[in-house]
C-alpha cells in the first residue's frame, strides 16, 4: 500500500514539473536564437527607489555593440521584468556576471539589491559585485558600450588580472553576504569610470568598505595595499626600495598573515599580526650584488618589510577608526587561539576599534633577475 501510495506521489510530481494538469514548476523553456542574454547589471538609486541597467556583451562576434536596457522602478525585481517590454527577444538573467552599484545607492544601502541576487530564480550568488566610486553604474555600463565595448568584457579581463593588482581583488556577493551575516561587514572592489567621450574605460579604485550592507568608506593606496597583504592575496606588487647604489624594484609575490589575540586575565588586550612576505628581485642598480652581499640582502629585507608593514597598518588603522571588521578579523584571529574563541567573541565588539595591534613583517628575497 505504501509502495502504491509513493508511486502516485511520484507521478504526479512528475506531471506537474512537466506542466500537465496543473501549472509547471520549472521556468518556460526558450530558444536561444530569441533571448537576449545580459551579461552585467547596474543598480542605482532613483526617485522611483531604484534605476536597473542591463547590458549584454558584444554581440555578432563583436560586430554589434552591446544591448543596454535601464529602467525605473521601487524595486530591483520589477524594473527587470518591465524591461521585458523591450524589443521582441526574452531578456535573461541567467548569464550575468558582474553587479554594480553606484555610489549614492551604496551609501542608502545595498541590502534590496543584493537581496535580489540571493532571491532571483535566474541570478547566481557567484555574481562578482563592485561599487562604482564618485559615480552611477548606469553612467558606467553605458559609456563603455558607446566606446564599442562592454563592461562585461572590460571586467572579465580586469577579474583573471587581478593578481597583477595589488590593491584589488574580485569579490562575490555570495562573499559579501557570508561576510556581513558572520561579522556584520565586508568589503568590494571600486571602480572609477575614467577616459572621455566615445574612448570610456573602468579603472580599479581601491575597495569600498561596508557595514550592515552600507557604504561607510573607501580603503585606497597603502590601506588597500594593507587588505590585500592582510588576506595574503598579492601575487604580483612591485615595490621600490632605496639600497646603497640606488633603488632596487621589488616583486612581492607572495604573503602570509597569521592573526593572535592577546589576553591577560581573560581580558583581550590586543592583537598580534604576523606577514611573511616574500619577494624577487626584478630589477636593481648596477653595482648591486645579491649573490656575495648577505648585508646588502639584509638590508633589502629590512627595507621592504617596513614598507609592507606601514600599508598593514593602514589598513587596520582605517578599519578601527570606521569600527568596522570588514576583514573578519575576529574568526581569523579566533582560528589561532580557538580555546579563547567565546571570549574572544564576547568581547570583540566593544574593543575592537580602541584594540592596540602590533604589526611584525618579515621579508625574505629567493631571487634575482637582473641582479649578480
Not at 567573541?345 to 618579515?362: C, H, K, M, N, Y
Request: overall charge negative.
Amino acid at each position: 500500500m505504501r509502495r502504491a501510495f509513493a508511486v502516485m506521489t511520484l507521478a504526479a510530481l512528475c506531471l506537474s514539473l512537466t506542466g500537465y494538469g496543473g501549472q509547471s514548476w520549472l521556468p518556460e523553456g526558450r530558444e536561444l536564437e530569441n533571448m537576449v542574454l545580459m551579461r552585467t547589471l547596474g543598480v542605482d538609486r532613483a526617485e522611483e527607489g531604484v534605476m536597473v541597467t542591463a547590458a549584454s556583451a558584444e554581440q555578432s562576434g563583436g560586430e554589434q555593440p552591446a544591448v543596454v536596457y535601464s529602467h525605473s522602478a521601487g524595486t530591483v525585481s520589477a524594473a527587470c521584468l518591465a524591461m521585458q517590454s523591450r524589443g521582441s527577444a526574452y531578456i535573461f538573467y541567467g548569464h550575468v556576471g558582474q553587479l554594480l552599484a553606484g555610489e549614492e545607492l551604496a551609501a542608502a544601502g545595498l541590502e534590496e539589491a543584493l537581496g535580489y541576487v540571493e532571491r532571483d530564480i535566474e541570478m547566481r550568488l557567484d555574481t562578482e559585485f563592485y561599487v562604482v566610486r564618485g559615480g552611477n553604474a548606469s553612467d558606467a555600463i553605458t559609456a563603455l558600450s558607446k566606446s564599442g565595448t562592454s563592461a562585461s568584457e572590460r571586467l572579465e579581463s580586469m577579474a583573471e588580472d587581478a593578481g597583477l593588482m595589488a590593491a584589488s581583488m574580485p569579490r562575490t556577493v555570495r562573499e559579501l553576504l557570508s561576510d556581513t551575516a558572520r561579522c556584520g561587514a565586508t568589503f568590494a572592489p571600486a571602480l572609477t569610470l575614467t577616459g572621455k567621450e566615445g574612448d570610456y574605460d573602468l579603472a580599479a579604485d581601491g575597495y569600498a568598505l561596508l557595514k550592515d550592507s552600507t557604504l561607510i568608506g573607501f580603503a585606497d593606496g597603502d590601506a588597500a595595499l594593507g587588505i590585500n597583504l592582510l588576506l595574503g592575496r598579492v601575487e604580483a606588487d612591485v615595490v621600490e626600495c632605496p639600497t646603497k647604489e640606488g633603488t632596487a624594484a621589488l616583486r612581492v609575490v607572495g604573503a602570509e598573515t597569521k592573526i593572535s589575540p592577546n589576553f591577560e586575565k581573560g581580558a583581550l588586550t590586543g592583537l598580534t599580526v604576523e606577514c611573511a612576505v616574500d619577494a624577487n628581485v626584478a630589477q636593481g642598480p648596477k653595482n648591486m650584488d645579491l649573490e656575495h652581499s648577505t648585508e646588502e640582502q639584509r638590508a633589502l629585507e629590512a627595507a621592504l618589510a617596513g614598507i609592507e608593514r606601514d600599508r598593514i597598518a593602514a589598513a587596520l588603522t582605517l578599519l578601527q577608526t570606521l569600527n568596522a571588521d570588514c576583514l573578519d578579523l575576529c574568526r581569523k584571529a579566533g582560528m589561532s587561539a580557538p580555546w579563547r574563541w567565546a571570549a574572544l567573541q564576547e568581547q570583540w565588539g566593544e574593543a575592537f576599534s580602541d584594540l592596540p595591534i602590533r604589526v611584525e613583517v618579515t621579508a625574505g628575497i629567493r631571487r634575482g633577475y637582473d641582479v649578480k
